[in-house]
């Protein structure tokens, strides 16, 4: 198992955010959780990498304990989080953007060979790295925030609320780019979504909650598939 949350327990003051959530990745899968806005699913990604402090519950990656760890250590075990709204740094360039993801790795990684192949992979940003990042597009500095969560060479993705604020062309890209990480490299990747259609259709497994606990848990396929599970967990849409 790479990844593994036991009785996740979250809150803000008296306000309880996450209530109790357990799930699991293994290596190479795919996984989406799905809710509305206010379910408990950015909580879970904070509190997966550190950025949130958790009540109670345990986490573990690739058979270790990191519910302790501050989030920069978290980060050397290999995790990334590509967060809401990408959140570049505007006055920095595409590049120098890009090169934050490899400050304080521990492990060696070969930089530009990473570089090589992330601007293989998201050719607009080896065309506008000199530009300061602010210049991007929504959609690009989407791009630019996978790219530098991806230069690491992470063992597990976090992935929070792709589409947000997205043209549903641009939309599309992204989910197809994180559909190819998967399938072509390997990447696991953890995909936090409002956009349930857009996140299951690319997805092995699905989690769905609401305001916090986990209605369903299975195959994205059948929930997709099955009328009355779209019908409860979806709209029917």
Same mark, same amino acid.
């Given at each position: 198992?790479?990844?593994?949350?036991?009785?996740?327990?979250?809150?803000?003051?008296?306000?309880?955010?996450?209530?109790?959530?357990?799930?699991?990745?293994?290596? *190479?899968?795919?996984?989406?959780?799905?809710?509305?806005? *206010?379910?408990?699913?950015?909580?879970?990604?904070?509190?997966?990498?550190?950025?949130?402090?958790?009540?109670?519950?345990?986490?573990?990656?690739?058979?270790?304990?990191?519910?302790?760890?501050?989030?920069?250590?978290?980060?050397?075990? *290999?995790?990334?989080?590509?967060?809401?709204?990408?959140?570049?740094?505007?006055?920095?360039?595409?590049?120098?953007?890009?090169?934050?993801?490899?400050?304080?790795?521990?492990?060696?990684?070969?930089?530009?060979?990473?570089?090589?192949?992330?601007?293989?992979?998201?050719?607009?940003?080896?065309?506008?790295?000199?530009?300061?990042?602010?210049?991007?597009?929504?959609?690009?500095?989407?791009?630019?925030?996978?790219?530098?969560?991806?230069?690491?060479?992470?063992?597990?993705?976090?992935?929070?609320?792709?589409?947000?604020?997205?043209?549903?062309? %641009?939309?599309?890209?992204?989910?197809?780019? %994180?559909?190819?990480?998967?399938?072509?490299?390997?990447?696991?990747?953890?995909?936090?979504?409002?956009?349930?259609?857009?996140?299951?259709?690319?997805?092995?497994?699905?989690?769905?909650?609401?305001?916090?606990?986990?209605?369903?848990? *299975?195959?994205?396929?059948?929930?997709?598939?099955?009328?009355?599970?779209?019908?409860?967990?979806?709209?029917?849409?």
């Amino acid at each position: 198992m790479l990844l593994e949350v036991r009785d996740l327990c979250i809150s803000y003051g008296d306000i309880r955010a996450v209530a109790g959530i357990g799930f699991a990745l293994e290596k *190479g899968e795919l996984v989406s959780i799905i809710g509305a806005n *206010g379910a408990g699913k950015t909580s879970i990604l904070g509190g997966i990498m550190g950025m949130v402090p958790i009540n109670r519950g345990s986490i573990h990656f690739k058979g270790k304990a990191i519910h302790r760890m501050p989030s920069f250590e978290r980060a050397r075990t *290999g995790i990334r989080l590509v967060p809401e709204r990408a959140r570049i740094f505007p006055r920095l360039s595409v590049h120098e953007n890009l090169m934050t993801g490899a400050y304080g790795m521990r492990r060696k990684i070969d930089v530009g060979g990473r570089v090589a192949w992330l601007h293989e992979l998201f050719p607009i940003l080896k065309e506008r790295g000199g530009q300061p990042a602010s210049t991007l597009s929504g959609g690009e500095q989407q791009q630019l925030a996978i790219a530098r969560a991806l230069i690491s060479n992470p063992d597990l993705l976090l992935v929070d609320e792709v589409s947000m604020g997205l043209m549903p062309k %641009l939309v599309d890209q992204v989910f197809e780019v %994180l559909s190819r990480l998967n399938r072509e490299h390997g990447l696991t990747i953890l995909l936090v979504e409002q956009n349930a259609m857009a996140s299951l259709e690319i997805s092995h497994r699905a989690y769905v909650l609401e305001t916090g606990s986990c209605v369903y848990d *299975g195959n994205a396929a059948d929930l997709l598939n099955d009328p009355q599970l779209k019908a409860a967990y979806l709209g029917g849409r």
